[in-house]
């Protein structure tokens, strides 16, 4: 019986914030909802921007510790659904609600990249990506008029649309420079350019048809196999071995599981890449190609899901994860130790205090019953 509670009260301590498992996770200083955007500039990585729903733009310049945040009037009331730099690291790019940013200093001026000069419709844009491989190539969705393409390093632009179903909602664009291919997750499927845009095919006919598509990712994005595609759904994750003409599931699937980003750590220099989701329960990670997932550390608040994630910080060496409410960071920079953390502990000892203290009085019971059975004994016997 003692076992089984302490089991009990062992498994509500981890199905917290991970209290006996060290707590590697740490909500930072930038507390705001909806941080649906986040970039670290290529050149330095201790260069952070977040981009929220309000058109609010913030950046650290120490990795993450200390955030300032900037409100450029043309930018307010305009939610930010994707911020991109340029591959030379100059340029950021921001994807709003109302049309398509461009700033050269970010913490300051912005213009808009929507006129007449530039060919750009007055529309929403969901996402943006960079040809890194031609560094002038840049590739915009819209949130009903398809793919736009720039190889003027976004001076103008034309669409690009030729094998997409007509006023398309694009929610993803992934240039992959190993392959030079295209990826776009839109409202009716996916689809893959092998011409960098000028035409497209769609590469989800063997999906199922009630399953909604979020996010995808070419594990050769961040050096990892080439072929391997990793598919983001409403019902967890896909993968196909053949650049997306045909799709599994993996040994655990997270069926059930809103997947709202994917993130290939290009750090690693291994045969098996890792790879890292944004879930509707938090962050998780695989080091089996997608095969199977685990949490990445303890600390992760609960019912809390995790949108958009970058790497960042000195040599990339910290994971930022877009929570409901707050940016948090892994690994953190506290010691590790909290008040939250040592609740659980303590209840650990009060049980076992609780444990030593009714056995003790057990034992005494039974001691006091035997010498009680033995003077019983002798008085019959006189």
Excluded at 106 to 122: E, G, I, R
Excluded at 257 to 272: A, E, G, H, K, P
Aim: one cysteine or more.
């Amino acid at each position: 019986m003692g076992s089984v509670v302490l089991l009990s009260l062992l498994a509500a301590c981890g199905s917290g914030a991970g209290a006996l498992g060290g707590g590697d996770w740490q909500q930072s200083s930038l507390r705001q909802p909806e941080i649906r955007a986040l970039v670290a500039q290529p050149d330095d990585p201790n260069t952070l921007y977040a981009g929220n729903s309000q058109g609010q733009i913030f950046y650290s310049t120490d990795g993450g510790n200390k955030w300032g945040s900037t409100s450029p009037e043309v930018l307010q009331g305009s939610a930010i659904q994707a911020l991109t730099f340029d591959s030379a690291g100059k340029k950021l790019y921001a994807a709003t609600e109302h049309g398509l940013f461009v700033s050269s200093a970010p913490t300051q001026q912005w213009q808009t990249l929507v006129n007449a000069s530039t060919h750009l419709p007055s529309t929403s844009y969901t996402t943006i990506a960079v040809d890194e491989v031609r560094s002038n190539h840049l590739y915009a969705g819209t949130v009903d008029q398809g793919v736009f393409i720039s190889s003027d390093n976004g001076i103008t632009w034309k669409q690009a649309n030729s094998g997409l179903p007509g006023h398309v909602a694009i929610k993803q664009l992934v240039y992959d420079p190993a392959t030079h291919r295209l990826w776009a997750v839109s409202a009716g499927g996916l689809y893959r350019s092998d011409d960098r845009g000028e035409n497209w095919q769609a590469v989800s006919t063997s999906l199922p048809a009630t399953t909604e598509l979020n996010v995808v990712m070419p594990a050769s994005v961040g050096g990892g196999r080439q072929g391997l595609i990793y598919l983001g759904t409403s019902k967890g994750t896909l993968l196909s071995q053949d650049n997306g003409l045909h799709w599994i599931s993996g040994k655990s699937p997270l069926p059930g599981l809103q997947i709202y980003s994917i993130l290939v750590d290009f750090r690693q220099q291994t045969n098996t890449v890792p790879v890292y989701v944004g879930s509707s329960i938090g962050p998780l990670r695989s080091d089996d190609e997608g095969q199977s997932w685990r949490s990445i550390a303890s600390g992760w608040p609960r019912k809390v899901p995790a949108y958009t994630m970058i790497l960042g910080a000195s040599d990339y060496a910290r994971l930022y994860v877009a929570g409901r409410d707050a940016l948090y960071q892994y690994p953190g920079t506290s010691t590790g130790f909290s008040a939250d953390r040592l609740l659980p502990f303590v209840i650990v000892v009060a049980f076992f205090g609780l444990l030593y203290w009714l056995l003790q009085r057990g034992r005494r019971r039974g001691l006091r019953s035997r010498e009680s059975e033995r003077e019983s004994g002798a008085t019959q016997k006189d």
